[in-house]
Every structure is written in C-alpha cells, then in structure tokens.
Nanobody
Framework: VTLVESGGGLVQPGGSLRLSCVAS????????MSWYRQGPGKERELVAS????????NYTDSVKGRFTISRDNPKNTVYLQMNNLKPEDTAVYYC???????WGQGTQVTVSS
C-alpha cells in the first residue's frame, strides 16, 4: 500500500494550489481517504475527508469554503483543491488511507508574500 502526494509549492496569500495523491496496492474505490497537515511547531491535524463513493465530505472549520476534497476512482487519485490560501495554511500536507493506516510522504505548502 503506497500513497504519493504531489502539487505542493510556494504561493502568495490569496492564491490556489491543487494537491494530488495517487494510491496503489489496495482497492481505492472502496476506501475512504483523508488529507492531514502539520504546520511548523504544530500537531498534525485532519483537514478534509471523503468517503469511498465521494458523496460525503468533511472539513475542519478553518478551511471550510476554501478547500475542496474530491476523488477520481478510475485514476486511484484523491485531490485537495485549496483556494484563497492564507499564511496559516503553511504546512506539510499528507494523504492518509485510514483503513490501512497508511500515510504518504507529504508535500510542502508554503503561503507567503
């Protein structure tokens, strides 16, 4: 079971990024997926989650209305669209498959002018 994230980078406040996480080694379409983040000096926190069918999503309050989690089951990929980014969104973002307790390697997102 592996998860590989991509799409991080440096962006100015108010900008956008889309993170991708490609999964392999398990039946992706049957698995709920999550995005977590860990900012400097902070604990890792749940950002967003999506059930296997993609109909239900959940977000931490600080990103509601700005971030969107989605999935493309034929591509074994889960996405995190991040809009109106703020400096406090700066963190390493991790993809997570709860059913397998599997984490990706993380991708750095830095929001700074």
């Amino acid at each position: 079971v592996t998860l590989v994230e991509s799409g991080g980078g440096l962006v100015q406040p108010g900008g956008s990024l889309r993170l991708s996480c490609v999964a392999s080694g398990f039946t992706f379409r049957w698995s709920g997926m999550s995005w977590y983040r860990q900012g400097p000096g902070k604990e890792r926190e749940l950002v967003a989650s999506i059930i296997r069918a993609g109909a239900n999503t959940n977000y931490t309050d600080s990103v509601k209305g700005r971030f969107t989690i989605s999935r493309d089951n034929p591509k074994n990929t889960v996405y995190l669209q991040m809009n109106n980014l703020k400096p406090e969104d700066t963190a390493v973002y991790y993809c997570y498959a709860p059913a397998f307790d599997c984490w990706g390697q993380g991708t750095q997102v830095t929001v700074s002018s």
